[in-house]
């Protein structure tokens, strides 16, 4: 598990898709313990085109995307 920190996000391709982003990796551990950047690219749907009715009601809007994690080469001292 890794969670991160957006520093910076861009329009998805259509009103539909949800916005690109990039994210500075904050914690991680086991196979993302060395991840500092993340990105979420190439998304297509999750902007909900609903509005919300009743306060507490939880609307799904289904996405894909491609997620990207960069780290920072290793030193060879």
């Excluded at 890794?2 to 916005?19: E, F, I, L, Q, S």
């Excluded at 991680?28 to 009743?54: D, E, H, M, V």
């Excluded at 289904?62 to 920072?72: E, H, I, R, T």
Aim: aromatic content about 6%; charged content about 10%; glycine content about 12%.
């Amino acid at each position: 598990m890794v969670t991160g920190k957006v520093v910076g996000n861009a329009p998805g391709a259509t009103v539909a898709d949800v916005a690109w982003l990039k994210l500075q990796a904050v914690t991680g551990g086991g196979q993302f313990a060395a991840a500092t950047t993340i990105q979420r690219l190439n998304t297509k749907g999750g902007a909900s085109s609903a509005s919300c009715g009743t306060s507490g009601e939880l609307t799904a809007a289904p996405y894909a995307a491609d997620y990207v994690f960069l780290s920072k080469p290793q030193s060879s001292k």
